[in-house]
């Protein structure tokens, strides 16, 4: 059973920057973290789901939402089993929990990247609070 474990939340300052983690664990089959599409999502109180990043299996190329391009970096570490998430400039509104989540194989197409639907593992989450 696949295990994602974020880490890295906290409190920050506006302007400031913090790095999530999230390692994987619990592969079977000799499958291994490229051979899964990975997708960093968030949520606010009292608003949708969002997702923001992505790193496609197909082609390990990235992705990003409009709300964190430029200032959000993901990245992984094969040999390590994780996944990055650097956050800079941070804003208010990027308040929330942060969760990293996991589909075998890749998703058809862009439209697929930021729809939880399209990933089948998740982790509990870590807070992100951006405040004075």
């Known amino acids: 059973q696949l295990q994602l474990v974020e880490s890295g939340g906290g409190l920050v300052q506006p302007g400031g920057s913090l790095r999530l983690s999230c390692t994987l664990s619990?592969?079977?089959?000799?499958?291994?973290?490229?051979?899964?599409?990975i997708g960093w999502f968030r949520k606010a109180p009292g608003k949708e789901r969002e997702g923001i990043s992505c790193i496609n299996s197909l082609d390990g190329k990235t992705d990003y939402s409009l709300s964190v391009k430029g200032r959000f970096t993901m990245s992984k570490d094969n040999t390590k089993n994780a996944v990055y998430l650097q956050m800079n400039s941070l804003k208010p509104e990027d308040t929330g929990v942060y969760y990293c989540a996991a589909v075998f194989g890749h998703l058809d197409g862009p439209t697929w990247y930021f729809r939880a639907l399209g990933y089948d593992y998740w982790g509990q989450g870590t807070q992100v609070t951006v405040d004075s």
């Open positions: 619990g592969f079977t089959l000799d499958y291994s973290l490229d051979r899964y599409t």
